[in-house]
């Protein structure tokens, strides 16, 4: 049998990127560099999530606070789960990969918006939580074919050498999208549809659990999974996501009271 010197192999890899150059993950435009990644105009676009931050929602504040400080938002309306935490905000090309990676099935993306949500994430990684996505049903799953977010959880459970535990977590009936439902319809198009898999709470009761999705809006789907696992004892729900909806966005959603406390 033949071997390929490293010489060759250096060459050869040379050769795979001229013809096939790499390119922004959203635009398509070469970059220029080797990896997957962004170019530097979409890149520029990019909204990251960056402390200081909200203890429970992960949202940046525009100043420093102090450590631990929560938001109005988090004080108004404590969220189900202990933390939250997103790479970006769910805008321009950060919003082009979630769409691309949900709908349009390019699924390599997983790898680069996994790496990123990994970095954001540290700090809910130190006690290698079980990591487990927000579950699809099965006839959702046969549409799409995979679960965007146990492609992202399963690349954040290999970075930090945690648990991946894709079926802890399942849906037990079929809902209507949450596109397009504002916070109370989803919580009530959510209700009950979530549920541990069988023999799943032996494996939750005193365990760290992260959560895990593409994008968090309201809320809902959260709250619902959260729910189910604080029942099976957990001990600590923590949420991870690639992207997180502008706030005050959705201030339209919940009325002016909570406008004016974000």
């Known amino acids: 049998m033949r071997f390929m010197s490293a010489g060759a192999g250096i060459t050869g890899r040379g050769i795979l990127d001229f013809l096939l150059p790499p390119r922004c993950l959203t635009c398509d435009t070469v970059t220029g560099h080797k990896g997957h990644g962004l170019c530097g105009a979409c890149w520029s676009r990019v909204r990251f999530l960056e402390q200081p931050w909200c203890l429970r929602y992960g ?65 809910l990684l130190r006690d290698r939580p079980l990591i487990a996505p927000v579950p699809l049903h099965p006839r959702r799953l046969l549409q799409r074919r995979f679960n965007q977010s146990a492609d992202l959880a399963k690349v954040v459970a290999s970075l930090c050498d945690s648990e991946f535990v894709p079926d802890l977590l399942r849906r037990t009936r079929h809902t209507r999208a949450q596109v397009g439902l504002n916070a109370t319809e989803r919580q009530k198009n959510l209700r009950g549809a979530i549920a541990l898999t069988p023999d799943a709470g032996s494996r939750v009761f005193g365990r760290p659990v992260l959560l895990v ?50």
């Open 213 to 262: 999705d593409d994008v968090m809006t309201t809320g809902a789907t959260m709250a619902a999974c959260v729910k189910v696992l604080k029942q099976a004892g957990a001990r600590q729900i923590d949420v991870l996501v690639f992207a997180i909806a502008d706030p005050a966005g959705m201030a339209r959603e919940h009325g002016a009271e909570l406008k004016d406390k974000l």
């Open 59 to 123: 949202t940046p504040f525009e100043h420093e606070v102090g450590v631990d400080a929560l938001s109005p938002r988090a004080i108004a309306f404590p969220p189900a789960f202990d933390r939250a935490r997103g790479a970006c905000w769910y805008s321009g090309p950060a919003r082009d990969l979630v769409l691309g990676l949900k709908f349009a099935r390019r699924r390599h993306l997983a790898l680069s918006m996994g790496r990123w949500m990994a970095r954001a994430g540290t700090e």
